[in-house]
Each structure stands twice: as C-alpha cells, then as structure tokens.
C-alpha cells in the first residue's frame, strides 16, 4: 500500500508555481523563494533578497 508523509505547512495562493520539473515557492510566510525539483521536493536553490515575497507571476522564462 502507498504510505504518504506530508509537513504541515501552508503555502498561500499565488506564491507556488509548477513548470516543467521545477517548482519556485515561499517555504514559509516571510522566507525567501524556493527552486524545487519538482520529483523530489529537494531545495535547487533558494533566491536572495525575495523575502516577504507575496506574489509570484510566471511569463515566458522569466519569474516575476
């Protein structure tokens, strides 16, 4: 049988973006944006100076 284990945690609309096989999200209210591997969940890359981001918008190639 699939086990599923999740943290709790909650990720507010408009701050997760799904392309491709990565994900860019806040891991927390006021923390930085996230790059994820989409498959594994693991932190790529976490970006500077985005803390207290409230929105991210996708266009093209390029994260707003």
């Known amino acids: 049988s699939l086990?599923?284990?999740?943290?709790?945690?909650?990720?507010t609309a408009g701050r997760l973006i799904a392309t491709g096989d990565r994900v860019y999200a806040t891991l927390g209210n006021y923390a930085a944006l996230s790059e994820l591997d989409a498959a594994t969940g693991e932190v790529?890359?976490?970006?500077?100076?985005?803390?207290d981001?409230?929105?991210?918008?996708?266009?093209?190639?390029t994260l707003f």
């Open 44 to 51: 790529i890359r976490t970006f500077t100076d985005t803390e």
């Open 3 to 11: 086990k599923l284990h999740f943290q709790t945690q909650t990720i």
């Open 53 to 61: 981001t409230s929105e991210i918008v996708l266009s093209g190639d």
